[in-house]
């Protein structure tokens, strides 16, 4: 295991130097905040929201330690978030509850446990964070990355929350050169650390699936090289790497499959990857009260899963293209 993975686990990773003309901060623990003098853009970078999901950690660990010998010096407003620690330690996706459900208030609601607990301490670490920054509401940014239990057509891609205010270009030109193979708009809300970020801050905040999930030192690291460019240039100001791959495919969630029943089942098998385009229709999932068939415009299933606790999502149906809300509003 790598030092640094090493002291992130075992909580001494703020015995790390930092630049003080920073003004490092361990807001909470796996918190550090960065102030640099003059930010015009305050930038929120999560990992480990899913503790087993260790390949963004090490992305993350690798710009602090960037940033602690002086290699990358950042001109924005920076809070750097290793979601879910006793997780990691254990190599699990949580240990009681998905976090990344329980965002927006709903670890009020839901029954105790840590990461009900660390999911208010994030919400409140990032207000405190939004609250203090004088980079103007159109230059706050989140990327909070992950990587997927299933393999996937389109290796890399970024699931944009549901928003009502405006995202860039500029935050799409981002997507782009992290070389990213595919953009999913979502349109419901939902539980999801970047919804929070964006809906609460007006950020444009967005999930990014980099690839798929292993644990420390198994991660084929240069896969995620192109992400940690475009997070450099995003947070030292410095122009965009240009993108080497074909244009980004664009799509919209056009439904949600909702398991409801515990007779509920899939027709997938398990190693159909995600995106797998579905024949117009194709009974995709049933329970005694509803079927699921394919539409002829919605055909690209992502995330099917039917071990999901019953009034959980068992998987969403995508239909190609983006929508007018997140380019041109
Ligand atoms: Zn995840």
Redesign the pocket.
Known sequence: MQPLTDQLLHCTLPDLPLPAALHPRWLAEGVLELRPEHARRAVVVSAG??GN?TAPVELLLALVAAIGAGTLCPATDLLLVFGNLPAMRANRRYLHHDM?RLFGGRHRTAPRSHEATRAAELEAVTAAFFEHTTAPAGERWHLDM??AIRGSLYPQFALVPFHAHAYSPAFFDLLAAAELDAVVQHTQVGGTFSHFVSEQFQAQSVTLELGKARPFGQNDLPQFAPTGRAIRALITGAPLPERQKPPVHHFTVAESIIKTSEQFTLNLPNEAENFTCLPPGYEIAAQPDRRWVVSDTARHILFPNAGVATGLRAGMLLAPGAPRLSLSE
């Open positions: 929201i899913h999901e990344n992950h990587t």
